[in-house]
């Protein structure tokens, strides 16, 4: 583990970085090293491909043996899951691929999945319908909280990514019957990765014989008539699509769609059309990271979504997808790793959309 402190010697403000697991002299340097690609990224240049790596590279060694946190247990199957997987990896809209680490290990997708199917609700029924019977406001509670859905159950001020939210959109996917649902669903996430994804049945299995809470918060969402009809089916296709299997690279396509204007890097599908992208990345940003939503905006600006399963994925419009694989996680339930790893990559290549740029406006182009 690497910590860096400032310490004052002769007067003078000098960072120093002191190195448990590596040798203080690389770290020096890959420090330098960052704080160059900061200075160019800051001077508004594209960083070079050896850069982006560079910085990915960094992050992997710096967080490497950083053990804090732990994986969530209240799913059985995620306790087995091996801690120390740890992957990284970050897709350009140009769809460039830089990764480091473990890109091989399939996790469990878990709420990550709730932005894609909120894609696809909002591709289908449109922005209004959501706002109207779900809401886009952040609940400041767990995102499995049941005092949340009380609070709302007379108004429509939760938000898709938190369970009753999300429960309630995977209600509102289209289909005739529970399998035409399932598969709109799983197509959507398959679009978005550009490759064709399963489901971990171990997973599934774990989550579907201990899920009762979300089974009582699907029936809530019933009760207060924002699920129309049969409750059960949807807390079941949500099960589903939490256990989609995918690895960091998956992860970081999906996330480089949406970078890309809602379109695959790589196999040029339109997945969600661009007009809906900025409500699903404001979405995101307002509840990606449940009630430390506001700390992670405040870290890095980025829309981003974290699921139990230890990834997280973030949007830096335009620019790069991002995504990491690491399962412990901390109170909030957010990877350990992948937020730091994710912080200091987006950082170190001014991906943050809030960082004020110059702009070359002729005097004609101001109104
Ligand atoms: N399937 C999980 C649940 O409903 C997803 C939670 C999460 O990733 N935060 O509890």
Request: hydrophobic residues 45%; charged residues 20%; glycine residues 10%.
């Amino acid at each position: 583990m690497t910590t860096a402190g400032k310490r004052r010697v002769n007067g003078r403000i000098v960072l120093t970085l002191v190195a448990l697991s590596l040798a203080t002299a690389g770290v020096a340097a890959d420090a330098g090293a960052q704080a160059a690609v900061a200075r160019q990224a800051r001077a508004g240049g594209t960083p070079t491909a050896a850069e982006v790596q560079r910085a990915i590279d960094q992050a992997y060694a710096k967080y490497k043996g950083l053990n804090e946190g732990k994986n969530a247990d209240y799913i059985p199957a995620l306790a087995k899951v091996d801690p120390n997987v740890f992957g990284i990896a970050l897709v350009t809209p140009d769809g460039k691929v830089y990764t480091v680490g473990d890109l091989n290990t399939q996790v469990s997708i878990q709420s990550i999945s709730k932005v894609f199917t909120l894609a696809r609700v909002i591709q289908d029924e449109g922005e209004a319908a959501v706002l109207n019977n779900i809401g886009v406001d952040a609940t400041g509670m767990k995102f499995n909280s049941i005092v949340a859905v009380e609070l709302d159950r007379n108004k429509a001020e939760i938000n898709p990514l938190v369970n009753a939210g999300a429960i309630t959109t995977t209600s509102m996917v289209k289909g005739g019957s529970a399998e035409a649902v399932w598969n709109n669903i799983l197509q959507t996430h398959n679009d978005f990765a550009g490759r064709q994804l399963s489901v971990l049945e171990d997973v599934y299995k774990s989550e579907a014989e201990t899920n009762q809470r979300n089974q009582a918060i699907g029936a809530l969402m019933f009760a207060y008539g924002k699920i129309k009809a049969n409750p059960a089916q949807a807390v079941d296709i949500y099960t589903r699509q939490c256990a989609i299997g995918v690895n960091a690279k998956d992860l970081a396509m999906m996330a480089a769609t949406l970078a890309n204007g809602g379109k695959n890097p790589i196999t040029g599908k339109q997945a969600i059309d661009q007009k809906h992208v900025p409500a699903v990345l404001a979405v995101m940003a307002t509840a990606g990271l449940y009630d430390d939503s506001g700390k992670w905006l405040y870290r890095t600006g980025l829309p981003a979504k974290s699921g139990v399963g230890g990834g997280i994925i973030a949007v830096s419009p335009g620019k790069f997808g991002i995504a990491v694989v690491s399962p412990p996680l901390d109170e909030a339930g957010n990877s350990v790793r992948a937020q730091n790893a994710i912080a200091d990559i987006s950082n170190a290549l001014g991906g943050n959309p809030y960082a004020p740029r110059a702009m070359n406006m002729a005097a004609g182009d101001v109104r």
